[in-house]
């Protein structure tokens, strides 16, 4: 890959200068409401049943990703072992690295060791993206809708908000190629001054690879996948919840871990710190009567423990991979 393509514009440092101020506020902010006293309380209350079941669930949790990437991929002869591997690797460097730029760390992996071409590598991290959010979507609009208390006497609008929201989604994902290329030929025509037709043409040959989701099969074998997927990220939490003694009732058990959820994508942060803690400081003390010290402990031990289990997986994939290599 030439210099050119590797080097930063002024515009890409700018936003990340901006990433990094959003993030430290949200670290500054985590900083000033949490009780370190409060935290240890919480650590203390896990039992060691607690964090082994958590750490069991987290590796079914990358197998099933895993599967979701082979789904997604249509590639029957790509190693399961390596591509879990790779994904333990990958959720390490998602974890670890600001602004989400971990991610890219699946796409090199894959083209560098399984020779699966970089357009391969980002559609199928689109697709299972877009499969995770469709999936929190539909299951906190169910959740919402028969709550009881949540959207009172607005049923038939929830209900229209949350099929537009569901098939929106899924129509999207099963014609992202087709909106990828209109969308390219859309910012050719309005940007034609400018010297971009190398991008342009990268992202229309990213849009054909995204042709390949108008596959009845490719999408609900994805989003098979993704039942188990979102499974494994709520049995994590719900676990942690459950051994710090969280007794609400499911109806709020669900939206609290979906509001967890869309917290985690959230780019600005850094190893997830601040974003993440202050998300459970909100809804824990909106929906469950937590302080926002108490509420900002829990969210704390939960980024950490995620984080932990990341680190650690990610280490021991790393050195499981580069020794294969070698031997080879």
Not at 165 to 181: A, D, E, M
Not at 207 to 212: E, G, K, L, M, V
Not at 256 to 272: D, H, K, T
Request: charged share 10%; hydrophobic share 55%; aromatic share 12%.
């Amino acid at each position: 890959m030439s210099d050119s393509n590797t080097s930063i514009s002024p515009r890409q440092w700018l936003g990340r200068i901006i990433n990094l101020s959003i993030a430290i506020v949200l670290i500054g902010i985590l900083l000033f409401i949490i009780d370190w006293g409060e935290f240890l309380e919480v650590i203390q209350s896990l039992s060691l049943q607690t964090i082994g079941s958590g750490f069991l669930v987290f590796i079914l949790l990358n197998l099933a990703r895993t599967y979701r990437y082979l789904a997604l991929l249509q590639r029957k002869d790509l190693p399961v072992a390596q591509m879990f591997v790779i994904s333990f690797y990958h959720n390490m460097m998602v974890r670890i690295l600001p602004f989400k730029l971990g991610e890219f760390a699946y796409v090199v992996e894959m083209r560098n060791r399984l020779d699966i071409p970089a357009e391969e590598g980002f559609s199928s991290l689109f697709g299972s993206r877009l499969s995770e959010l469709l999936m929190i979507m539909l299951v906190l609009s169910a959740t919402l809708l028969t709550s009881g208390t949540v959207l009172q006497g607005q049923q038939n609008l929830g209900i229209l908000l949350a099929v537009l929201t569901v098939v929106g989604g899924v129509v999207g994902f099963y014609y992202s190629g087709i909106i990828g290329h209109t969308c390219v030929a859309i910012a050719r025509k309005l940007f034609a001054w400018l010297p971009l037709d190398a991008l342009w043409n990268q992202l229309d040959n990213l849009a054909t690879d995204f042709d390949r989701f108008q596959n009845i099969n490719l999408l609900g074998n994805a989003l098979f996948w993704t039942i188990f997927t979102y499974a494994g990220s709520f049995g994590i939490v719900a676990i942690l919840l459950l051994g710090v003694g969280i007794d609400v009732s499911l109806s709020t058990f669900i939206i609290l871990i979906s509001i967890s959820m869309f917290a985690s994508a959230i780019p600005f942060n850094i190893a997830g710190f601040g974003a993440i803690e202050l998300s459970w400081a909100t809804s824990l003390s909106l929906l469950a009567d937590y302080t926002l010290a108490e509420a900002a402990s829990i969210g704390l031990m939960m980024n950490s423990f995620i984080l932990l289990a990341s680190i650690v997986t990610g280490i021991l994939s790393f050195l499981w991979l580069n020794l294969r290599k070698s031997n080879q």
